[in-house]
């Protein structure tokens, strides 16, 4: 999942930021609205945390202006404890829920897996397909045999490609999914995740097509 992290405050910017990644999400990290809409224009993101108040342009001028495009992307707001106004504008203007400063990053990351969830069409909060079931809380995956723990990387990696089963996604698709700006990218990294799953889930669970990509089957 990419998240994209818009927000002046230096201080919360990079608690939310650390916290972001550490919860295995690649994280482009931006500090005015121009700067948001650059990263709108050229990025696909799964969910955009907006701050309201921003330099040059402001957080409701940005999320209009992401409406406006038809850009569906699930957009948390954050704003200010006593800022009713700004969330019933926020609202109104296509934010899908909003989070209220200061936040615990807790709750940012339970209500960033609500909207993502809920923009997929997805109202339960688990991801299944086949005999593989994901959960983004906990980071498990149940197969027939039992439970699973992932490493961060290993469950962003599985989580792309299960939001799409049949779908085949290249290498650069993948590393878009797992790395923000900034992160180095190793070589090799997204086969070195994919034999680790398949060591821990069988060779079945994803499936290689050579020289594209790789994928995991649709499920009944
Ligand atoms: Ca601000």
Known sequence: MRVLL??????IGET????LKDASYAVDWVRDGADALAALATQTYDVVLL???LPKKDGLEVLRSIRSKDNPVPVLVVTARDGLQDRIAGLDAGADDYVLKPFEMTELLARMRAVVRRKGGQAMPLLSNGSLTLDPATREVSTRDGTVRLSAREFSLL????VRPGAILSR????DRL???GEEVESNA???LIHALRKKLGNAAIKNVRGVGWMVLKGD
Not at 16 to 19: E, G, L, P, Q, T
């Open 16 to 19: 939310a930021h650390h916290a």
């Open 6 to 11: 818009v927000e002046d405050d230096r201080m």
């Open 51 to 53: 701050d309201l108040g």
């Open 159 to 162: 989580q792309a490609l299960m």
């Open 179 to 181: 790395y923000g700006w």
């Open 172 to 175: 650069a698709e993948l590393e």
């Open 190 to 192: 997204v086969e070195f």
